[in-house]
């Protein structure tokens, strides 16, 4: 059982930024997908970076490429979302998902779906004002 608890959310005005931070209880392997995924009110789930854990590579979804970035810092288990130049459509609550065992690109798996996560955090509100 992998145990995920985000913090770092916060109210900041239209070109703020936040570090939003994932702390994760111990994987069983070091080759885990972890992920950041937001929802607004009313709106789907959609997922936002994630980072292999077994090499730190990276995938982005295109709304926030060169504004967002994430990262890992192994020792600690804990991956971070750098969100910068933020916007009033980057409002929502964001959750960091974990996937054990697997590459975040793969003819079985692709980071961006949230169905192929088992393990999610309670979540972190980010509120973008203009």
């Known amino acids: 059982q992998v145990h995920l608890v985000e913090s770092g959310g916060g109210s900041v005005q239209a070109g703020g930024s936040l570090r939003l931070s994932c702390a994760a209880s111990?994987?069983?392997?070091?080759?885990?997908?972890m992920a950041w995924f937001r929802q607004a009110p009313g709106k789907e789930r959609e997922g936002v970076a994630a980072?292999?854990?077994?090499?730190?590579?990276?995938y982005y979804a295109d709304s926030v490429k060169g504004r967002f970035t994430i990262s890992l810092d192994n020792a600690k288990n804990t991956a971070y979302l750098h969100v910068n130049s933020l916007k009033p459509e980057d409002t929502a609550m964001y959750y960091c998902a974990a996937q054990p065992g697997t590459y975040c690109s793969s003819v079985r798996f692709w980071w961006n779906s949230a169905a192929g996560f088992d393990y999610w955090g309670q979540g972190t509100q980010v509120t973008v004002s203009s």
């Open positions: 980072i292999y854990t077994g090499a730190n590579y990276t």
């Open positions: 111990e994987f069983p392997t070091n080759k885990n997908c």
